[in-house]
């Protein structure tokens, strides 16, 4: 490891893993830590690998183009690369009449944010798609899909590394302190403690990427940037229930997420979920009394699941920057030269749709940097 680096990259999730590729193509020597043994540990794989279309977020937020930007980059490489997708499609169904309102103004936003393959579903037309469904209406994305996310972070992780990124695994930043321009990193790793120089600092932490931006000097508070945790579980569904329903049906979404969805996967299984529950430390467990709520939520729209045939299955965390209650936030990607930190760009709240947006938020970054 030298004295003194150009770009040092915090966290290897996909979202490093992206930037990282993207800045080392642009021909700067490029460093990743990352706390785990390997990457992509965290909720890069803990998630429901859909490629969104991009019709949740008010137009001109960061996390409308740079979905839509990367759900058409995603589906490029996979069929590229040789990455299995499957372009499915979505419906998001209204499951009473109170709901067709909500249906309309969706398709609204879709539209407004560029997604202009939208239809609207008549009740006949829903079970024409998707026989064993129930719904009073539904909206059609015939560009929503899901994809193997573990290939993606693999492949990104093996050109990174052909473009001259290194990866520095099992290593956690515990301090940046400002050195002029640039900023002296300290690093744990089992041997114990160092520091380094880096040019430019590129905070992808995640979970942890507010108290990155606090470690770096920013007042996080005053910045709007303190991260709250919001727990999604899955549960999945026995393999009786296999291409019952080929489509991802999704209700109308709730306040902290995109609403307990049916997902097929690419390997068959049926999956239920994520759930949205604040709550204040990272614990991974999949609570089986939840199992009602699940099944409350599910039934209204998928009449044929039984409850005894629902177990629990896996869990993710959002790092949300919006609390219980508290209004839309978008993405923040921010370089803070203006904040008084040259050469510190902060990646903080990547929720959903992150994992969709990755390749433009890669991107985004690099343009910042030239
Ligand atoms: C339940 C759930 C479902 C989702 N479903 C979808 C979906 O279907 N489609 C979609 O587009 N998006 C989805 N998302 C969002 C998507 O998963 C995230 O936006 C994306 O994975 C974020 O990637 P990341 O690299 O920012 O974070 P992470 O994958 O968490 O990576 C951050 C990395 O930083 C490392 N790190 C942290 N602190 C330090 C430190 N001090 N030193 C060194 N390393 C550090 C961590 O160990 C970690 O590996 C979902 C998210 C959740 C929780």
Redesign the pocket.
Known sequence: MPAEIDVAI????????ATAREIAQRGKEVFV????RT??????????????AGIYYPEDSLKAKL?VEGKNLLYELCSKHNITYRKSGKIVVAVDESDIDWLEQLYEQGRRNGVDDLVLLSQVEVKKLEPNIEARAGLLSPSSGIFDSHSLLKFLYDQAREEGAAFVFG????GIERAGTKYKVLIKDRDGTSAFIAHIVVN??????D??AQLAGIDIVKAGYRLHYCK?EYFSLNSKYRNIVRKLIYPTPDQAGHGIHWRQALDGRVLL??SARYVEAIDYAVDETHKQHFYDSAKKFLPFVALEDLAPES?????KLQGPGEPFRDFVIAHEEKAGFPSLIN?VG?????????LAIARYVGKMMS
């Not at 992808?204 to 990427?209: E, Q, V």
């Open positions: 915090i966290g290897a999730g996909v979202i490093g893993l830590f990352e706390k785990n990457f992509g540990l965290e909720t890069s794989s803990r998630n429901s690998e859909v490629i969104h979905c290593t956690e930043v515990i992808c932490a995640g979970l942890n990427s108290r990155i999604g979920g994520p869990a993710g965390i959002r790092p990646l990547i929720e959903s749709p992150g994992l969709t947006a990755a």
